[in-house]
């Protein structure tokens, strides 16, 4: 310990605080997390594979294009014929149930940040904290305070996958155009109908890439976060590597990347809002014509 | 009360106020918007730059000294009911501030704007919303239409803010829609739309609540010429339909002189000069506002009812079957011809001392029988450039008219001459 700064040490101690006057919160904090995350893995693993993997491709079928509904059938099919369905559904439950918790968490705080200054300084700083961490240092914190499991895995992937979802909320917010907020205001918006009227529905492009932004980063994060045992394709890797098993390291390395495709080209979908409305816009446009 | 501390003028203003001369249309009309001594400094504490200008410093003095921006410096004016009102001013001038003050999406600094003698600057955020959800809207340079929203919602905007059940709104989103000629376009999306259909859905949206006051933001700057004069000709009919207070800001001098009631001009924050588009021209407050008539085609800006000349001395009132007096007005006042109007004022026809006589004389002394025939009056809004022949070809001053049919004046060739004389 000669010479050296003991910023460590004081880590140790905070943690320790926490630990000794704070374990009803982190219980509760638990609880919560433990409950969503079970219920939704439940749910998915309690359908059968044709089942999910139908309601998959014909969100990718209704959203993207024929093209990729079928590449998507194939993915699902090429999984589970390698045996790996249930832990990739397992994977796909953790995934989502930390998006969900990302969003239920990081998108007020990108909407507070938008409108407060000082928010948005402590923020922004909180956030680059939180990005440039290293994943794995967030697994120790988690496993002090939630032991092992699903719960802390969940935790740690919902502070590494929240920053994109708070910033491109925030940025969304603050690029609306000046005019369109003024408009609002000029016509009598109250500050929440301002948000919800206004502002939201015009950030919703750039929500909608946090919200893949958050996805990606959650699924990347949820196979680590198997090193403390949340389980899904990660232990799949784990075991790959523990027992220097190529061709299983392989096979569920190609999963978690085929996963990631369906996943990241649905969402990105749902990031041009306009694609619906583009869609139909024949059905309108043949009023006016009518008309004339 | 810091907002509405009184501030005594500094003497370069003092003279903007002065109403003005010649409003015949609105000289009766009652005000319905006063702003008196207004001020917006852009400083989380406008008191030492509202110190400095007080003692006589000017906007770039104050930036010089304090780094502090002044947007609008001690504007006084009156908007009466049922004019368009433009204030205009190049960029930078703080004409987009001022009407911003106005609905207070920019806070003063100072002053007060009272609606029908109610002072806006006081009310709390709730009274303010209620006042902008009732009795005013707003049109803006970039149409700010939401983009996710059809034609119709956007112009049910408004309404839907107010609380007003869907089919309401619809409907009265689909009668401002008609009213600008979108009826049709009701389910397209902003982008589906040229600048000119968007901003005519920015107009429907502005009168779907049935505003009592409008605020227009160069409304018509982002379209291009055409387009631009076509827009003016809609809000011009809009409001011969029905009248509505118009504030329009603008930087283009056609544009206020065509659509104008009364001008405003502002320069560095100031207002240098309130009065009609003749008043203005006839007696330009300073340089910066001659620079801006330089190039003006006076014959195109000027209407009839501007130069129209009304004098009580040849202005005859009706008494049906009763000439005598006509005749020995005209005579005593030396006028040869007399214009002829009922007691409500309406222009009836003119006669001539020799028609008069003549009509004495046949035994049937009616009006009827002495006017001269073959004139007939021209309506006030006609530019002067139009009337030039008639006025040229005609016996007599040429009579003008309101859009009722009021008397206002006559037109002689050497007035007509003159006032394009003096614009030149």
Redesign the interface.
């Known amino acids: 310990m000669d010479g050296k700064i003991g910023i460590g040490v004081w880590a140790e101690r905070l943690v320790t605080f926490i630990l000794d006057h704070f374990q009803p919160s982190l219980d509760a904090i638990a609880a919560v997390v433990d409950g969503f995350g079970g219920g939704i893995d439940a749910a998915l693993l309690g359908m059968p594979a044709w089942v999910l993997g139908g309601v998959i491709a014909a969100l990718a079928f209704w959203r993207v294009g024929v093209g990729f509904g079928v590449f998507t059938l194939g993915s699902l099919g090429l999984i589970y014929g390698m045996g790996l369905w249930e832990p990739t559904a397992s994977t796909l439950g953790l995934v989502l149930s930390s998006t969900l918790l990302s969003l239920l968490v990081g998108v007020p705080l990108g909407i507070w940040m938008a409108g407060n200054r000082i928010a948005e300084q402590v923020g922004k700083t909180l956030l680059d904290f939180m990005q440039t961490m290293p994943a794995f240092v967030y697994l120790i914190p988690a496993v002090m305070f939630f032991g092992l499991g699903r719960v802390p895995g969940i935790i740690a992937t919902v502070i590494f996958a929240m920053p994109p979802a708070v910033r491109l909320t925030m940025l969304g917010i603050q690029q609306v ?1 000046g ?2 907020v ?9 500050p929440h ?1 301002l948000l919800f ?2 502002q939201l ?2 950030a ?1 492009p750039s929500i909608m890439a946090g919200v893949n932004q958050t996805m990606m980063m959650a699924l990347s994060m949820i196979v680590v976060a198997s090193m403390i045992g949340a389980g899904g394709l990660g232990n799949v890797v784990l075991q790959g590597i523990q027992r220097l098993d190529i061709g299983l390291g392989f096979e569920s390395g190609l999963s978690v990347v085929l996963l990631a495709i369906v996943l990241d080209r649905i969402t990105q979908s749902f990031g041009s ?1 306009k694609a619906p ?1 583009r869609r139909f ?1 024949f059905l ?2 043949l ?2 014509a009518a ?2 | 009360m810091t907002m509405t501390m009184r501030l005594d003028d500094p003497p370069a203003v003092a003279k903007t106020a002065a109403p003005p001369t010649t409003g015949k249309t609105h000289a009766e009309a009652e005000v319905r918007l006063q702003v008196r001594n207004l001020y917006k400094i852009f400083s989380a504490d406008p008191k030492p730059a509202l110190a400095m200008l007080n003692a006589g410093a000017s906007k770039a003095e104050v930036l010089d000294k304090l780094n502090v921006n002044v947007g609008v410096m001690n504007a006084s004016f009156d908007v009466r009911a049922g004019e368009i009102f433009v204030i205009m001013g190049l960029s930078g001038s703080g004409k987009s501030t001022m009407i ?1 003050l106005l ?1 207070r ?1 920019i806070e003063p600094s100072s002053g007060e704007i009272l609606l029908d003698g109610r002072n806006l600057t006081q009310l709390s955020r709730r009274e303010l ?2 006042v ?2 009732r009795d ?3 049109v ?3 149409f ?1 239409l ?3 929203l ?1 034609a119709l919602d956007n112009a049910a ?2 309404l ?3 609380g007003v059940d869907k089919t309401a709104r619809r409907d009265a989103a689909m009668v401002a829609l008609q009213q600008v000629g979108l ?3 009701a ?3 902003p982008r ?1 739309m040229s600048g000119g259909m968007q901003q005519r859905v920015g107009l429907a ?1 502005a009168l779907a ?1 049935n505003p009592t006051i409008m ?1 227009m933001d160069e409304a018509f700057s982002a379209l291009d010429p055409l387009i631009r004069t076509e827009m003016q000709d809609e809000l011009l009919r809009l409001q011969r339909e029905q009248k509505r207070t118009i504030i329009f800001i603008s930087h283009d001098l056609d544009e206020a002189m065509r659509i104008g009631d009364r001008i405003a001009i502002m320069e560095g924050g100031r207002i240098v000069q309130v009065g009609t588009p003749y008043d203005i021209l006839r007696a330009p407050a300073d340089d910066y506002v001659r620079s801006f008539f330089r190039n003006v085609d006076v014959s195109r800006v000027l209407r009839a009812g501007d130069v129209a000349r009304f004098e009580a001395s040849n202005t005859i009132v009706r008494v049906p079957g009763v000439l005598g007096p006509a005749l020995q007005q005209l005579t005593e006042s030396g006028h040869f011809y007399g214009y002829v109007r009922d007691n409500e004022n309406r222009f009836q026809g003119i006669v001539s001392r020799d028609s008069v006589a003549h009509a004495l004389r046949s035994g049937e002394p009616r009006f009827l029988t002495a006017f001269l025939p073959g004139i007939e009056p021209v309506t006030s809004d006609l530019p002067v450039h139009t009337l030039l022949r008639r006025v040229a070809a005609a016996p007599c001053p040429v009579p003008v008219v309101d859009a009722n049919g009021i008397y206002l004046g006559a037109i002689s060739p050497s007035v007509l001459l003159e006032t394009l004389d003096r614009g030149a």
């Open positions: 155009p005019e369109l003024e408009a609002g205001r000029a016509f009598g918006c109250h109908q009227k206004v529905p015009n919703m809002v409305a816009a309108t446009r009023r006016p008309a004339r | 911003r609905n999406l919303v209620e902008l959800r005013m809207s707003m803006f340079q970039s700010a939401l983009p996710h059809t905007f408004g839907e803010i107010a009826g049709a376009y389910h397209r999306y589906e949206r609540n605020l």
